[in-house]
């Protein structure tokens, strides 16, 4: 197969224990030449030990890895032609920027002047020019980050894998960072895989988002998808927050479903997800889409709450509602603006979800 339009890489149910724990179990996953996904999920999910198994550290007890559909399972970390970065960098401190980037490229006998070449288009790429012959210690942590990505890269590795390598950054220069990851990602046309636990992260960079609980892959899609359309509670609780409310079916209607929350309180949901003969249904509603407004509202699903409690997060406010049938919902509103009023803690409010904006995670 054609590595630029097909697969880069090819998991087939691989597992990996250490002992009694399974730390991988029975992952199978494909990732796309030029892809650039991100293995997401709690500590201890699996999503590092998956990275050491793609890397070559550690070996499967069953299954099988292939890379550009040769198979590389019991193949050494210096027999695949991928590339790590660690989330400490792992710089030489006696070596100078252009001789750490280099470093790899003298292991591989490259010819002086092609080095030389590649050297300087790195030291360009990642904005170093000028720091060529600082030492490690003399850098920032971005400059140093820099520096690791450099070297990985400029061995022109199939594939490069990055294990949480921004987490010692604080948290504008990683913002920064991360934008310029995947610039840098889709510039080379490389394949990324980006071991993360936070969420955030991984929807800013990823084409694509392995969800990882128990050593299982629990959901992969897009960021819209994994974000926007959970299908488990897990993945619905995990990636962002989540309002999960258990309801009981009490009546259908075409494509709608009539619903009653433990307190009394009514909503109507879209049925599609909805096996046949189900009773019962938990529904994810991200705060951010529930609507609020101090006018009456005369939509589906409207009720009348009261701000129980308003939290300031700059930009926003994470308000808790308490509606008169006594159940609590997050919500976020933009804070106050020439344009608009805000809301505040003991205001009586209606309250509107759209039926798109509810989604079943599990139904019996």
Known sequence: MNEAKG?????????????????VDDVSLVIHAGEFITLLGPSGCGKTTLLRLLAGFETPDTGSILLADEEVTHLPPYRRNVNQVFQSYALFPHLNVRDNIGFGLRMQRVPEADAGERIREMIELVALTGLENRLPHQLSGGQRQRVALARAVVCRP????????LSALDAKLRHAMQLELKRLQRHLGLTFVFVTHDQDEALTMSDRIA??????????????????????????????QANLLNVEIVGRN????????PDGLEITINSAELPAGARTALVS????KVYISKRKLTATNVFVARIDEEIFQGAMDQLVLVSENGT??????????????????GDRVYCGLHLDDIVIVQAE
Do not use: W
Request: with cysteine; charged share 25%; glycine share 8%.
């Open 7 to 23: 697969t880069m890489v090819e998991l087939r149910g691989v597992t990996k224990r250490f002992g009694s724990c399974t730390a």
């Open 158 to 165: 199939k594939v490069l894998l990055l294990d949480e390598p």
């Open 211 to 240: 969800l990882m609980n128990g050593g299982r892959i629990e959901q992969l899609g897009d960021t819209f998808e994994i974000y926007h359309k959970p299908r488990t509670a897990f993945a619905a609780d995990f990636i962002g």
């Open 254 to 261: 075409g494509t709608t479903a009539h619903v009653r929350l």
């Open 285 to 288: 509603i991200r705060p951010e």
């Open 328 to 345: 609590r919902l997050n919500a976020l509103a933009a804070n106050e603006s020439a344009m608009q009023k805000a809301f505040h803690e």
